[in-house]
């Protein structure tokens, strides 16, 4: 079983970051490709960031050149470097590893 906690989420003002992190546990050797996703209210879930093993790494069109996405491969960790964040980057932020996800963590973003 493969369980994603996600951490770091909380109020921010805008032009502030954050960083959060996903912790990815359980039945797995090593991870491969972990994707940040987010969800406003009244919105569609929206892709924030890739990140493969492979260095592979990919941003959202929203959030491009505001957003860092690393990994750890030896310890299951993914990361999301978020700077200048504005009150649109307001949304609940998902861990996503395969099939499987995360509980939430929520980004506010206001003054």
């Known amino acids: 079983q493969v369980q994603l906690v996600e951490s770091g989420g909380g109020l921010v003002q805008p032009g502030g970051s954050l960083r959060l992190s996903c912790a990815v546990t359980g039945d797995i050797i090593s991870i491969y490709t972990v994707c940040w996703y987010r969800q406003a209210p009244g919105k569609q879930r929206e892709l924030v960031a890739l990140?493969?093993?492979?260095?592979?790494?990919r941003e959202g069109d929203s959030v491009k050149g505001r957003v860092t996405i690393s990994g750890d491969n030896a310890k299951n960790m993914v990361y999301l470097q978020m700077n200048n964040l504005k009150p649109e980057d307001t949304a609940v932020y998902y861990c996503?590893?395969?099939?499987?996800w995360g509980q939430g963590t929520q980004v506010t973003v206001s003054s």
């Open positions: 996503n590893y395969a099939e499987h």
């Open positions: 990140w493969g093993s492979g260095h592979i790494v």
